[in-house]
């Protein structure tokens, strides 16, 4: 009897080692530190559907408040509606914004550093020595599946990475698969699926660590998930047929 025990225990132990093993992120990292070149990071491409948000500074603030009188309306991580709109300068399918005093400007295919420098070019026709500040005011992505906070998060900054969108989320949950993350991205005029595995360090040299707009992370739960939902929906169904099974025995007394 007592080796029937120690054989349990040890089951016990080695299966929980095994699912404790599918955890930990970056499992083949070096336990010492060290350090690689970023190579995998491209500037964002702007596209038509993209909002603009420009700001323009200038030795006569007054002139630039056609720019800037509405920019305190956009606000990170707001939900997106009539009542909340974004505000900014849309880009159409022609790949032109229409900014006062200048026109149309051509911006589809431009990173917004460059986009931002030819705004600022064709201005100083009209203001002295602007300063034009540039972003992507409708930057957002989704999140789902098995994280703490799934949601639809406006990114702020467009070199962020899906480990920070998913820190964003709460983190994954301790049942979700992390070498099994699908990141669904529309590029090219397809929709794209791709795995990722959180496990590896090569996530970091992956072209997909960074987000584009409109990408969506799903997370898969594992099948304990699953398993411990199934156990609880097993156990009330017992439990119903239990007590309705009761009831037609006291009827049937009565």
Same mark, same amino acid.
């Given at each position: @009897?007592?080796?029937?025990?120690?054989?349990?225990?040890?089951?016990l %132990?080695?299966?929980?080692?095994?699912?404790?093993?599918?955890?930990?992120?970056?499992q *083949?990292?070096?336990?010492?530190?060290?350090?690689?070149?970023?190579?995998?990071?491209?500037?964002?491409?702007?596209r038509?559907? /993209?909002?603009?948000?420009?700001?323009?500074?200038?030795?006569?603030?007054?002139?630039?408040?056609?720019?800037?009188?509405?920019?305190?309306?956009?606000?990170? +991580? $707001?939900?997106? #509606?009539?009542?909340?709109?974004?505000?900014?300068? @849309?880009v *159409?399918? $022609?790949?032109?914004?229409?900014?006062?005093?200048?026109?149309?400007?051509?911006v /589809?295919?431009?990173?917004? *550093?460059?986009?931002?420098k030819?705004?600022?070019?064709?201005? $100083?026709?009209? !203001?002295?020595?602007?300063?034009?500040?540039l972003?992507?005011?409708?930057?957002?992505?989704?999140? !789902?599946?098995?994280?703490?906070?799934p949601?639809?998060?406006?990114?702020?900054?467009?070199?962020?990475?899906?480990?920070?969108?998913?820190? @964003?989320?709460?983190? %994954?949950?301790?049942?979700?698969?992390?070498?099994?993350v699908?990141?669904?991205?529309?590029?090219?005029?397809?929709?794209?699926?791709?795995?990722?595995?959180?496990?590896?360090?090569?996530?970091?040299? #992956?072209?997909?660590?960074?987000?584009?707009? +409109?990408?969506?992370?799903y997370?898969?739960?594992?099948? $304990?998930? !699953?398993?411990?939902?199934?156990?609880? !929906?097993?156990?009330?169904?017992?439990?119903?047929?239990?007590?309705?099974?009761?009831?037609?025995?006291?009827?049937?007394?009565?």
């Amino acid at each position: @009897m007592k080796k029937l025990a120690l054989l349990f225990c040890g089951l016990l %132990l080695l299966s929980a080692c095994g699912s404790y093993k599918k955890i930990p992120y970056y499992q *083949d990292l070096n336990p010492q530190s060290s350090s690689q070149a970023i190579n995998n990071y491209k500037p964002y491409i702007i596209r038509a559907k /993209d909002i603009l948000a420009i700001s323009v500074m200038s030795r006569n603030p007054d002139a630039a408040l056609v720019f800037n009188s509405n920019l305190s309306n956009i606000k990170g +991580n $707001t939900m997106i #509606s009539p009542d909340n709109p974004i505000i900014g300068f @849309m880009v *159409d399918d $022609t790949g032109n914004i229409y900014l006062p005093y200048i026109g149309a400007v051509k911006v /589809d295919g431009l990173t917004p *550093d460059e986009a931002r420098k030819k705004i600022n070019e064709q201005l $100083t026709s009209v !203001y002295k020595d602007p300063v034009v500040n540039l972003r992507i005011a409708n930057f957002k992505v989704a999140v !789902y599946g098995d994280v703490l906070r799934p949601d639809v998060y406006s990114l702020q900054n467009e070199q962020t990475s899906i480990t920070q969108l998913l820190s @964003m989320a709460g983190d %994954l949950n301790i049942t979700a698969k992390r070498n099994n993350v699908l990141l669904i991205r529309n590029e090219g005029g397809e929709r794209k699926f791709i795995r990722v595995d959180l496990t590896s360090k090569e996530l970091f040299n #992956s072209p997909y660590y960074y987000l584009r707009n +409109n990408d969506e992370v799903y997370v898969q739960p594992d099948r $304990t998930k !699953y398993a411990s939902v199934d156990r609880g !929906y097993r156990n009330t169904s017992l439990l119903i047929s239990a007590l309705s099974m009761i009831a037609i025995m006291v009827t049937a007394i009565k």
